[in-house]
């Protein structure tokens, strides 16, 4: 829950959205009653597995919306907040198999990561971070395996009705975690009139525009990543 639209219906609006999912069931990360809420994220038991999800926005920091502040019911990645991020991980870490970091970064329809997202994935890869998935662009940016942690830089668009053009060119993409390591793969999508689905003819191309914008990763023809000394355009 922590991004650019956490504030839209103010604080209390925030609160309230924490209430509504709870109510329904549903675990939240990123937003809560205070600091300590917030940065916490969600624990959860997948097989057997202890599983951390946690959730920060680095967006808006350095242009914030008028009115809008860093209020304490939402976990901040700007640069102040840095390093409560760290500590949330290694916290995590610490309790956890398996560490999930949802980051709200980047500039929007920039095919490449700022030097901001490349440094905070490998100060949180270096804290305990197993996944860090990105969003904000609303284009798909490319792959990086920083040791053996996968940091996916933007996902891109999904479900999003103003789709268009090369931001309706997106991926889903799936994680398989085992004792011997975490794969990788990408399964293209195009958003149509709002909604995802599976790319076809447009696919292979998808794919080709990940490695081309990926670190030290390829997707091969069944959407697969592997490491590789390619270097890509970023």
Not at 5 to 21: C, F, K, S, W
Not at 66 to 95: H, K, L, M, N, S
Not at 105 to 123: D, I, N
Not at 155 to 181: L, M
């Amino acid at each position: 829950l922590a991004n650019n639209h956490a504030l839209d219906y103010g604080p209390d609006g925030v609160l309230r959205t924490v209430e509504i999912l709870e109510a329904a069931g549903l675990a939240t990360a990123g937003t809560g009653r205070g600091p300590g809420a917030a940065y916490a994220g969600t624990r959860l038991r997948v097989d057997g597995w202890p599983v951390a999800v946690l959730s920060f926005t680095r967006v808006p920091c350095d242009r914030p919306e008028p009115g809008e502040t860093f209020i304490p019911e939402i976990a901040w990645a700007c640069p102040d907040y840095v390093d409560a991020t760290v500590q949330a991980i290694a916290g995590a870490a610490a309790r956890s198999d398996l560490v999930v970091v949802m980051a709200h970064w980047g500039v929007e329809r920039q095919a490449c990561p700022e030097p901001h997202q490349k440094e905070l994935a490998r100060a949180w890869v270096d804290a305990g971070a197993d996944l860090v998935v990105g969003s904000h662009p609303h284009v798909l940016q490319g792959v990086e395996r920083i040791g053996d942690a996968w940091v996916l830089y933007s996902t891109g668009n999904f479900a999003f009705p103003s789709a268009r053009e090369e931001s309706s060119y997106s991926a889903a993409f799936r994680f398989e975690v085992a004792e011997a390591g975490t794969s990788l793969n990408a399964i293209p999508v195009r958003i149509v009139d709002g909604r995802p689905e599976v790319a076809e003819d447009s696919g292979p191309g998808i794919l080709e525009d990940l490695t081309e914008r990926s670190f030290g990763v390829a997707f091969d023809d069944q959407g697969r990543a592997v490491e590789t000394d390619r270097p890509g355009s970023c």
